[in-house]
């Protein structure tokens, strides 16, 4: 028996599809209040996207479909298994258009994210200080009543950003969806897991 925890939300109909037509999972369940669904051999466990690489990590489920910017959020004990190549986005900082310029020249920011560590790790990179503002929703509000100058988040398609008068500024990273997998579980039950990547492929 694999357990597969599954990130609900944005990435969750690309991830059924996927584990179904790779005859993983015999039908595609529907998002919803059910939490646990057993199918044959496998359990998914329905959870939010910052909590699948927790229940990996931890040895709840041997198995877990993460965005690679939670990845790198999380920084997780897991095994990077591979790219599922669904999910395409990227994380970017963003401003308002008439900030776009002060943003190359400043030495210092605000920026309102709920990826804490990517933006310390990134702007240290760059050399500028930064001031995190951590949000866990609606960041594109931020710079629109003056909480930070700027934010960083996922984009998709942009139309977010468009719609509240935002611009997108520099990517950071690239995201798609990952298969991760529990360091214990890899060697246990390593020709279950060999079949799903197999299936995958």
């Known amino acids: 028996m694999i357990r597969l925890a599954v990130p609900k939300g944005r990435l969750f109909e690309e991830s059924v599809n996927l584990l179904h037509s790779g005859g993983i999972i015999p039908e595609k369940p529907k998002e919803g209040r059910k939490l646990t669904i057993e199918m044959e051999d ?14 990996v990590e931890n040895g709840v489920a041997d198995l877990g479909i993460c965005g690679y910017d939670v990845y790198l959020e999380r920084k997780p004990e897991v095994y990077k298994l591979m790219d599922l ?24 920011l605000k920026v309102a994210t709920k990826y804490v560590r990517i933006a310390e790790e990134f702007f240290a990179r760059k050399g500028v200080k930064a001031e995190i503002v951590p949000l866990n929703g609606s960041v594109e509000l931020a710079p629109l009543i003056g909480l930070s100058d700027y934010i960083l988040d996922l984009v998709q398609t942009g139309r977010t950003l468009k719609e509240n008068g935002l611009v997108e500024i520099e990517e950071v990273a690239k995201s798609t969806a990952w298969l991760i997998c529990n360091k214990a579980s890899f060697r246990s039950k390593k020709d279950f897991i060999k079949d799903i990547i197999l299936s995958l492929s």
């Open 42 to 55: 496998i359990t998914l466990f329905l959870v939010k996207p910052f909590d699948v690489p927790v229940y």
């Open 85 to 108: 190549k669904v999910g395409a986005c990227r994380i970017s900082v963003a401003g308002k258009p008439e900030s776009e310029e002060a943003y190359w020249r400043s030495s210092f």
